[in-house]
């Protein structure tokens, strides 16, 4: 399932997005002109925010970083944001935040599967 989430609402959204998918391993590629690239994979989320100082064009950071005895850390920010979405397992869990940032840019947040535990 996707869905759509409407411009007025992505700084409430991305608040609510960051706290329950804090920690979750990622991997992020971007896709554009030249194909798709690979940023990173593995890293935990650590949170996504919106810098409105342009309001005809927001822009969105996200920030991975690692944890315990892992210090590695990445902020990406995507500037000219025109859309986004969200889709979801079948379990109803985020697997992909997908940001279109210009016309030939688009971004994927993927999320890795959550272990159960006790199963």
Do not use: C
């Amino acid at each position: 399932m996707q869905r759509t989430i409407e411009r007025a609402k992505w700084s409430e959204y991305f608040q609510t997005f960051s706290e329950k998918n804090n920690h979750r391993s990622t991997r992020l590629e971007i896709f554009d002109e030249n194909g798709v690239q690979e940023a990173e994979q593995g890293m935990p989320f650590g949170g996504i925010d919106l810098d409105t100082k342009d309001e005809s064009a927001p822009s969105i950071e996200i920030w991975l970083e690692g944890e315990g005895l892992d210090s590695r850390h990445m902020e990406h920010r995507i500037p000219l944001v025109r859309q986004v979405m969200v889709k979801f397992g079948v379990d109803g869990i985020d697997e992909v935040l997908d940001i279109e940032s210009d016309e030939t840019t688009r971004t994927l947040l993927h999320f890795e599967k959550r272990e159960k535990i006790g199963v």
